[in-house]
């Protein structure tokens, strides 16, 4: 059956947030801050790190690109969002909203390999510190890197076909302020139980088995630091903590979202504001003021541009 011929769906409406003013207009304070100060947290942590030579290493690296792929969830949903919260007639096309779960699963899919790719350097870091430098060679992060974009993009093309050839020829309503892949399913116009159980499966799976994997090594990490107390397992269980908490607030809204089995559309929603708009803010705060090193390098960066931007202020002048 070619789905894509029936469907004489358009576009969606989506409900948004809320009908309240007063909730709309603190929504707006509140996500246009947090959305340019995430950005600019996350640029800040990407320039230091590109242009301080104390800080090539692997575990930077890896937190340079985690820092840019939250430039991307928050590039995804948010902006949309702040748009959307004073217009009554909220829309979204077919292909944008088509394209706004492209994103967000990629994303998603290469932000869950790369904390995974951190726990490992943490791991090797406290565990094996001899033999550091050559296990996490350049060699290793850069295959961690590909693997990364390699499983986001394999994870979010494997369900997209089969929405794109769904016939959606009636209701268009999505109870959300973004697309997804839950709530845009149970919109179609055939039975999607089975299509419904696989992107459960699918996102459900990649969650709960990457997590389950970074309790794994956490474990095996804090046993090992019991055991050889350091000066420098102690610094290395410094950036781990920081880790675990990243972990947690990206983690924590995906497994309620896509596994769940009483979906509530409130806590849901509240759940994708934090994930879209909280945690890309959140990360570059934990790694940053629990990272003495980084927050060194931060202030030489800011030095810089700062002495930069008088001289190019005095030049014309002169």
């Not at 304070?29 to 947090?34: C, D, K, N």
């Not at 820092?67 to 944008?96: A, E, N, Q």
């Not at 394209?99 to 943490?122: P, T, Y």
Request: glycine letters at 4%.
């Amino acid at each position: 059956m070619d789905g894509a011929n029936q469907s004489v769906v358009s576009e969606f409406v989506l409900l948004g947030l809320t009908n309240s003013w007063e909730i709309q207009l603190l929504l707006f304070v509140f996500s246009s801050t947090l959305c340019v100060a995430s950005m600019m947290g996350n640029s800040l942590i990407i320039l230091t790190v590109t242009s301080d030579p104390h800080l090539h290493s692997p575990m930077y690296f890896l937190l340079a690109n985690l820092s840019f792929i939250d430039l991307g969830v928050s590039s995804v949903t948010s902006p949309k969002m702040i748009y959307d919260l004073f217009r009554k007639h909220k829309v979204i096309s077919f292909r944008g909203c088509i394209a706004q779960i492209f994103f967000i699963h990629i994303v998603g899919g290469v932000e869950m390999v790369l904390l995974i790719a951190m726990a490992f350097d943490r791991y090797v870091a406290i565990c094996k510190p001899l033999h550091y430098l050559t296990i996490m060679n350049p060699r290793m992060c850069i295959s961690f890197l590909v693997a990364a974009w390699i499983i986001g993009f394999i994870h979010s093309m494997v369900q997209l076909p089969f929405v794109v050839n769904l016939p959606f020829c009636g209701p268009n309503v999505l109870d959300s302020f973004y697309c997804d892949l839950p709530r845009l399913i149970k919109l179609a116009c055939i039975d999607t139980y089975q299509l419904e159980f696989m992107v459960m499966a699918n996102s459900g799976f990649i969650s709960i088995g990457s997590i389950f994997i970074l309790i794994i090594s956490y474990i095996v990490i804090i046993l090992t630091v019991q055991k050889h107390s350091s000066g420098s397992s102690s610094k290395a269980l410094s950036t781990l903590s920081a880790h675990i908490t990243a972990v947690a607030l990206f983690f924590g809204p995906l497994i309620f979202i896509y596994t769940w089995p009483f979906p509530s559309t409130h806590l849901d929603k509240f759940l994708a504001i934090f994930y879209a708009v909280l945690t890309p803010f959140l990360n570059p705060v934990i790694y940053t003021f629990r990272n003495q090193e980084m927050k060194v390098a931060m202030r030489r960066v800011c030095r810089q541009l700062v002495s930069y931007r008088k001289t190019s202020l005095v030049m014309p002048v002169l």
